[in-house]
């Protein structure tokens, strides 16, 4: 399948690994050029208050140059995060699988992703089913949508897994959350996370969290995860607006129950950390098993919040995770592509 836009992005500005193409994209620069129509973006931005999206994405360049992509790895991260905290995973997705096209999106107001009016945003553009519907229109607009001949493979953590129990289930597509900040059983993480919000909101604790508590939080939050990820969760925290910070983080606290038919149960898997801080192991567990999931499609590894990234902490444990996760990856997109050939 070719993809008409692979050539018009940026280099990114960090070298990624050998045999793997990266580059940086922006939607609205998409409508510029008119790869994409000027009105459809505008009825993106209209549908979804985003006022761009901004993504990396990772190809092998034969596969590129040739338009043999027979589907997308989408890797969604969480609150107060970017494209950046997945470090080098989308490049070792691309270099394993030749005929995928791995896209890392900032999301949700965080990045290069920001809402038109953020200090007007509010919960319902900030919520994990808004930020699903988000990612599914911009996806389709850039024509990677799933079908027959292309197959979908959404990567989301915390935040953005969270956003995976709301999406459209297709025979094309599957889903790997990893630690789903779902708190819909979680009474008391649920109310940290309001707390936490509604003080972000009124000023109370952004000084803090901004001078001298930042750090602290990160450490005990996500202690696991490598210095590259903590940094990055510092500077978007000081580059977003506190309104947006306080709408996502509150958002996550408050929601419907995910619909979960037989064919979104098929196609998701669940992993979690046993000492994350952020998802409690139990309730999770528990609102998965209301919810149906199969037993055989939850994990549970060693490690915190961040088990995938590998810093001082738990090094062990999250190289385990880490290699578990890529490990799953090649098999729900083995197990997606089976049969499939490019366009």
């Not at 005990?220 to 309104?243: D, N």
């Not at 149906?292 to 444990?317: K, T």
Request: glycine share 10%.
């Amino acid at each position: 399948m070719p993809v008409l836009w692979l050539d018009l992005g940026r280099p990114c500005p960090r070298a990624w690994l050998p045999g793997v193409r990266a580059a940086q994209f922006r939607l609205s620069r998409l409508a510029e050029q008119g790869i994409v129509s000027e009105s459809a973006f505008m009825q993106f931005q209209a549908a979804t208050g985003w006022a761009d999206v901004g993504w990396r994405a990772f190809a092998q360049p034969e596969t590129w140059q040739r338009g043999e992509i027979r589907g997308t790895v989408v890797f969604i991260h969480g609150w107060d995060g970017d494209g950046r905290i997945w470090e080098d995973l989308p490049a070792q997705v691309a270099r394993a699988l030749p005929h995928a096209l791995v896209l890392a999106p900032d999301v949700n107001g965080f990045g290069q992703s920001p809402f038109r009016d953020p200090g007007h945003v509010g919960l319902d553009e900030t919520a994990p089913p808004a930020l699903m519907r988000a990612l599914e229109r911009w996806l389709a607009l850039i024509g990677l949508g799933p079908g027959p001949e292309h197959a979908v493979l959404w990567i989301g953590h915390s935040m953005g897994g969270a956003a995976l129990f709301y999406a459209h289930p297709t025979p094309a597509s599957a889903r790997l959350a990893l630690a789903p900040a779902l708190l819909l059983n979680d009474v008391l993480r649920k109310g940290f996370y309001q707390a936490m919000g509604m003080g972000i909101w009124a000023g109370q604790v952004l000084e803090r969290l901004l001078t001298a508590l930042s750090p602290l939080v990160v450490e005990r939050l996500i202690g696991g995860a490598s210095e590259y990820v903590k940094t990055v969760h510092e500077e978007v925290f000081r580059a977003t607006p506190k309104r947006v910070l306080a709408a996502a983080f509150f958002a996550l606290a408050r929601g419907e129950v995910p619909p979960m038919h037989e064919d979104a149960r098929r196609h998701l898997e669940v992993v979690l950390g046993h000492r994350d801080r952020l998802v409690g192991l139990m309730p999770m567990l528990d609102l998965l098993a209301e919810l149906g999931l199969p037993a055989r499609h939850v994990r549970v590894l060693f490690g915190d919040h961040y088990f995938f990234s590998v810093g001082h902490l738990y090094p062990q444990w999250h190289q385990e995770g880490r290699t578990f996760v890529f490990s799953r990856i090649l098999h729900w997109w083995r197990r997606l592509t089976e049969g499939a050939h490019p366009a």
